[in-house]
């Protein structure tokens, strides 16, 4: 009778709303209804993005429109500018050389991400054709300064790429102000959607680039999905149910305000994180996402014993661990999309029963009302 | 964004794994395939009633059952005692009347409930063929001693017909040990169901009674009903859907076992109760009801502000108000059925909120950490 709940950084929950919307019977994609549904999230998922850009709906994960963009859109006689500090950093370095790139990967230490200022002298050579950063960093639960990276590489000739993924409708972004080229997303974290389709914006600036490289592939290449885009259509089968999913999602988004929707998750982020320090424990990154929450484990917790026997088999609070070195020593919660002040606070009850399982002196509750403080001022 | 959750005393939450169940296409209700499934519901309620007795599903709510146990069990030629502490004791002196019963309407102050000391002495005149009790009073929140009445009532000739609408599968209730005749319920309480179907156990003795009186009426036969369920069937069109969701939701409770979710209700119970005194509030019953928790507001509390606009609109919990002369003076809880921990202990933080909103001087967190604390030892 435990009620499950994901605070994973993806998959998160999905409304009641869009479940049933996906449950309705399948029609078939080569219509006119189709075609009215497509347009219909089309300007939805561009208002979310605050952009007049075209966004592209991929039936696939979040790294499929990644792999779209580089592939596409990085020119091919220049270098490219991989900011790496965590593991989807890493991912776009080897999608870069998989496609034989040129590749200038600039790590940072995992908690902190590269700085506009390392961006701009790095393209004060002129050896860059495009940039890939990655605005929420999902395994250190970092973020890096998108909009002062886009300020710097808007006046170059090089292009921005931003993996979006855990950043899109949940942190604050403005891709046409801001001037972020290509904006990569996934369903199944803001958006509240099941995962399955990726949403990927190009900038005309990036469509110009596109244009000039033949492309290396087919089921990503961008411009197919842009000259069906123009008629409101795609160009192989759709995830029909996803965007049906899509269109509903939107407007729940919508009707509250997209603005709106990046202070809420601010404020739940600042909640854990509070309560957490009040409890003793720390943050892991050094420029936290407000999308995702990395805290470390104080000395003798098991990690699976307190993640899946006590936060998930008995209070039903699903979290992530860490990744890679952090593998064990960390455990990472989301904000995103359907979480909701209930939840949160809940979910610090449980993340402190967990750590008293875990032997942690604990004064239960400390850190619950230390939370409940905060979120009072969610509006 | 906001999940909604419902702690009203019934409805309460269904879990998904019912309401998948009940989105499955409709099947035929005289075939073998129903009588197996029903077979299986009914050994589940007798389980959850710690019976040997028939259990009887009729399709209507908990008052339609308790009316087919009020209007076939009590003998015609004798008194029958109606304890009436709350709006529920009220309904069965009007449903006594319909039939033309004679009443003794026993009151008690609302808050409290009759004792079995007074049901003692008024069966020592050997007036009586019945008692009816009210073992949850949901309008007040207050349980009465069952256990206690039925040792009473068992050593005479007289039937006892318990209201146990909100107490079965949520406060301690052993229907053959105790001796309790009839017992009635319904599914949107601590089944975890939608409203819709009525649950009437009926002991031997209950049913020698029955045999001696013309039914009355025909839908709310009881005997009907009996005749059925030998073959593991219905006398009249059942409502197929519930019945089947019925046997999921029992599949869940058996697992877990019933006492230990006695156990788990009593806690919750106990924890928002502790949350509430610690705010300076008081919980309205003299004998409280580990089903429902009434709490008084304090002074200028706008009853539909709080519980519409700040609990439910903004916070995404429902809780009834009040009924009767404490309309608009106090507002009641479940903890009945799928409502969990961390449901909980957000409530009593959107309490709080709640309270802040009608300017009442609260520390927001310190009932949250009070009930984090008890439920800590949820087991």
């Known amino acids: 009778m435990i009620k499950q709940r ?18 309705k019977p399948i029609f078939h994609h080569r219509t006119q209804r189709f075609k009215d549904m497509f347009a219909a999230v089309n300007e939805g998922l561009k208002k979310l993005l605050f952009t007049a850009n075209d966004v592209l709906t991929i039936a696939g994960s979040g790294t499929a429109g990644m792999e779209a963009a580089m592939s596409c859109a990085i020119p091919r006689d220049k270098k490219v500018l991989v900011a790496q500090g965590g593991k989807f950093g890493e991912r776009w370095v080897k999608v870069a050389k998989t496609y034989g790139l040129k590749v200038d990967e600039v790590k940072t230490e995992w908690g902190t991400a590269i700085s506009p200022q390392t961006v701009k002298e790095k393209l004060a050579t002129g050896d860059y054709g495009a940039v890939v950063v990655v605005y929420s960093e999902t395994s250190t639960a970092t973020a890096c300064d998108l909009k002062g990276i886009a300020e710097v590489v808007k006046a170059t000739d090089a292009l921005l790429i931003a993996d979006c993924i855990t950043a899109a409708g949940t942190l604050p972004l403005k891709v046409d102000e801001w001037g972020v080229d290509i904006v990569a997303s996934g369903s199944q974290k803001a958006f509240m959607l099941p995962p399955g389709l990726a949403f990927v914006s190009v900038s005309p600036k990036a469509w110009a680039q596109v244009e000039k490289i033949t492309p290396p592939n087919f089921y ?18 759709p995830a029909v149910t996803l965007i049906r999913g899509t269109q509903v999602s939107l407007d729940m988004i919508h009707k509250i305000g997209v603005e709106k929707v990046w202070a809420r998750t601010a404020l739940l982020a600042r909640a854990l994180r509070e309560a957490m320090k009040a409890q003793g424990m720390s943050v892991f990154s050094k420029q936290p996402s407000d999308s995702v929450t990395g805290i470390v484990y104080p000395e003798g917790v098991e990690d699976k014993t307190f993640r899946n026997k006590v936060l998930r088999d008995k209070w039903g609070a699903s979290v992530a661990g860490g990744q890679d070195f952090m593998e064990g020593k960390m455990f990472r919660v989301s904000h995103m999309g359907y979480v909701d002040p209930l939840d949160t606070i809940g979910l610090v009850a449980a993340i402190e029963y967990g750590l008293k399982a875990c032997n942690v002196p604990v004064q239960i509750g400390k850190g619950v009302a230390v939370a409940a403080d905060i979120i009072k001022d969610w509006a």
Chains 1, 2 share one sequence.
């Open 220 to 237: 990503l290449n961008l411009k197919a999905y842009r000259k069906s885009l123009a008629a409101n259509d795609v160009p192989y089968t």
């Open 6 to 23: 994901l605070f994973t950084p993806g998959p998160t929950d999905v409304p009641p709303e869009v479940l049933i919307e996906m449950a």
